[in-house]
C-alpha cells in the first residue's frame, strides 16, 4: 500500500524566511504533485512533478523529486503573507489510473 | 475553457437518509476521480470513472457508489448516511486515466 508522508504537519514562519516541506513516499513512482489549499476551499495545482531529478518553480517556490530516495521538497524562498496555506503532496502509479494518495498536509503560516 | 463544476456545493442531510452529488468534468476531459477529505483521515480516494466504468476503487464501504455517464459526467451517492460522512467531497477530471487531475470546488455535505 502506498504511503505518503509529509513533514512537517504545521510550520509558522516570519514573512522573509526561507523553509522546505519535504515529501516521503513510500513506493517507486515518478509521478508527485503539489497542491495548495486555501480554507474552505478546493485544491490548486501547484506543480507536476514526472521525473527523477525534476525541478520547478513558480515565483517563491520551487519543487524537486528524488525518485531514488522516494523525496520531493517544497523550498519557500523569503515568505510573504500570502503563502499562507495548506500545502499537499500526492502521489500516483504509473499504469494504475487516477488514483492520487495525498500526504497529511503542511498547515503554513506566514506572520508579518 | 470552464473548469471542473460540481453540484450542489452545500448540503445538509440527516442520518440515515442519502445522497446523490454531481460533477461535470472539464469538456473533452474523459476522467473523473472523487476524493473525501475530512479533519481526521485528510484527503482520501474513493473512485475513478473513465469511459463510464469504474476503473479504481478507493477502501470505503459498499455506501458509497458512482457512476459515469456518456456525456462524461458523473454522479456519486452515499446511502444510510452517518455523521461520519460529513466533508468535503470533490471531483476533479484529467483528460485520460493516469493523467494530470483537475480539481472541482467542491460540495461541503454535513449530516446531522
Known amino acids: 500500500e502506498l504511503k505518503v508522508e509529509q513533514n512537517p504537519l504545521f510550520l509558522s514562519m516570519q514573512e522573509g524566511k526561507n523553509y522546505t516541506i519535504y515529501c516521503n513516499y513510500s513506493t517507486t513512482s515518478d509521478r508527485l504533485y503539489w497542491y495548495r489549499q486555501d480554507p474552505g476551499k478546493s485544491l490548486e495545482s501547484l506543480f507536476v512533478?514526472?521525473?527523477?531529478?525534476a525541478v520547478k518553480q513558480e515565483g517563491r517556490l520551487m519543487a524537486s523529486l528524488d525518485t531514488k530516495a522516494r523525496l520531493s521538497t517544497l523550498h519557500i524562498t523569503a515568505a510573504v503573507h500570502d503563502l499562507s496555506a495548506t500545502y499537499f503532496c500526492?502521489?500516483?502509479?504509473?499504469?494504475?489510473?487516477?488514483?492520487?494518495?495525498f500526504g497529511t498536509g503542511t498547515r503554513l503560516q506566514v506572520t508579518l | 475553457k470552464a473548469g471542473v463544476t460540481q453540484t450542489p456545493r452545500y448540503l445538509i442531510k440527516t442520518r440515515g437518509q442519502q445522497v446523490t452529488l454531481s460533477c461535470s468534468p472539464i469538456?473533452?476531459?474523459?476522467?473523473v476521480s472523487w476524493y473525501q477529505q475530512t479533519p481526521g483521515q485528510g484527503l482520501q480516494f474513493l473512485f475513478e470513472y473513465f469511459s463510464e466504468t469504474q476503473r479504481n476503487k478507493g477502501n470505503f464501504p459498499g455506501r458509497f457508489s458512482g457512476r459515469q455517464f456518456s456525456n462524461s459526467r458523473s454522479e456519486m451517492n452515499v446511502s444510510t448516511l452517518e455523521l461520519g460522512d460529513s466533508a468535503l467531497y470533490l471531483c476533479?477530471?484529467?483528460?485520460?486515466?493516469?493523467?494530470?487531475?483537475?480539481f472541482g470546488p467542491g460540495t461541503r455535505l454535513t449530516v446531522t
Open positions: 476533479a477530471s484529467s483528460p485520460r486515466t493516469g493523467g494530470e487531475q483537475y
Open positions: 469538456s473533452g476531459h474523459r476522467s
Open positions: 512533478l514526472l521525473s527523477n531529478g
Open positions: 500526492a502521489v500516483d502509479i504509473y499504469g494504475i489510473g487516477s488514483k492520487l494518495t
